[in-house]
């Protein structure tokens, strides 16, 4: 059974933090699937993964091709994983079951902390799957750095 990461952003943007997250679970030998609500943000996040991280490439694609299963790193706004993806990164509030969470090696979950109903989606989500019995962990970036500041269920 995975965990449910919460990563609260409020220093670093999005796309930045998720580079990173994403290079640390191809790095850890993961698939990753990256879902978001819009297919304005799918566009947006391809666009900037290609430019991004400066110092290396993550290689991606977008959901709907026919290369969906071989891609490393897939985004989409569809809830199958058809790249056999054992993490999930839910961007924009997009929804995490909490079959997901026991089913993966990891759920990240990225919100703008400056966005109140960004801010209270998470909340949501954290309540949700908590009550579900999915162990979850709380990230923020106040201090500059990254820090667990909460923890349930592990």
Not at 20 to 44: I, P
Not at 54 to 78: M, N, S, V, Y
Request: hydrophobic letters at 40%.
């Amino acid at each position: 059974m995975g965990d449910a990461y919460f990563y609260h952003l409020t220093r670093r943007p999005l796309e930045e933090t998720l580079a990173s997250l994403a290079g640390k679970a191809r790095g850890a030998g993961w698939r990753v699937a990256v879902r978001a609500r819009t297919d304005a943000m799918v566009e947006r996040l391809d666009d900037l993964l290609w430019l991004r991280p400066e110092d290396g490439f993550l290689p991606h694609g977008r959901a709907g091709g026919d290369h969906d299963a071989e891609q490393p790193i897939l985004l989409t706004t569809l809830t199958e994983m058809p790249n056999g993806a054992t993490c999930l990164m839910s961007v924009e509030g997009a929804p995490v079951e909490a079959e997901e969470v026991a089913a993966l090696d990891r759920v990240c979950i990225l919100f703008d902390g400056h966005d109140p109903g960004a801010v209270q989606q998470a909340r949501e989500q954290w309540k949700t799957l908590t009550t579900a019995g999915c162990a979850a962990r709380y990230w923020s970036e106040e201090s500059g750095a990254w820090e667990m500041k909460a923890e349930s269920g592990t």
